[in-house]
């Protein structure tokens, strides 16, 4: 859980009752290199519908058949989503495939949190079709997530120190313990899902680091989930080598 307290970022930013980021623990010898390989890049969205892409709150956008296409014939290339003639591009950093449910009925969203890129989900009246989580994993709050296994720390710039975690999944079947880049079927509400985490790790301030009252580095816990009619077995997935981690910068840039 986190611990709640003012710091100079609350009072100069917005004046009130913030999470505070847990100070590392040991800036010793680094112990999760490996981990560091594993998260993901970052997901994102973007639309016309919701053009500031650190302040949205666009709930229920747009209601009606789904449309899907991908931008390059790339199982990693970005989907173009377009729900009632609103357009969104969006990057799925594991490959997510909505096929099944072109042509459903759903309902389109976005929201964003202070300083973290907008994250997205599609439902229908049966729950949740596709969401993409890319910042704290609660911002539709549509399955309990929290920080699981310690899986060791690096130092990131000489100011954070980023301690990575497995993403700890609450399901039907008891709690479901998954490491970034690791793809998983999971229930809950007696569906199936694809649940595949993107990154997972908090981050400490490096005391008399550049940044160290600023709270430039944000935790992250991104996953991408997406209903399937039946479960099914999935591969891991390797970040791409022209591509960085997931990570959500306030005033550090």
């Known amino acids: 859980m986190s611990q709640y307290c003012f710091s100079t970022l609350c009072i100069l930013s917005v004046l009130s009752l913030t999470a505070c980021d847990p100070a590392p623990s040991d800036t010793g010898a680094e112990t999760g290199p490996a981990a560091a390989e594993l998260q993901l890049e970052g997901g994102s969205v973007t639309s016309e519908a919701c053009p500031d892409t650190y302040s949205c709150d666009a709930t229920d956008i747009a209601t009606g058949p789904l449309e899907v296409t991908r931008t390059a014939m790339d199982p990693a290339a970005d989907l173009a989503i377009t729900v009632d003639g609103v357009a969104f ?23 964003g949190e202070w300083m973290v890129p907008i994250s997205f989900e599609l439902h229908d009246t049966d729950g949740p079709v596709y969401v ?46 998954v490491k970034p ?36 580095r944000l935790s992250v816990l991104s ?29 550090a840039g």
């Open 223 to 251: 996953y991408e989930l997406l209903r399937i009619p039946a479960d099914s077995t999935f591969s891991s997935i390797k970040r791409p080598d022209t591509a960085t981690m997931a990570r959500h910068s306030g005033c």
């Open 89 to 111: 591009s969006v990057h799925s950093p594991t490959g997510v495939d909505l096929a099944e449910f072109v042509g459903s009925e759903v309902t389109a969203s976005m929201r």
């Open 181 to 216: 880049g690791d793809v998983v079927t999971i229930h809950v509400g007696g569906a199936s899902y694809r649940f595949a985490a993107i990154a997972s790790y908090t981050a400490g301030e490096i005391p008399g680091g550049e940044y160290a009252d600023c709270g430039g």
């Open 132 to 177: 993409l989580e890319t910042g704290r994993g609660n911002v539709f709050s549509v399955v309990p997530v929290d920080f699981g296994e310690d899986l060791g720390f690096i130092i990131d710039d000489d100011d954070y120190q980023l301690t990575f975690h497995a993403i700890d999944v609450s399901t039907d079947d008891g709690v479901v313990s």
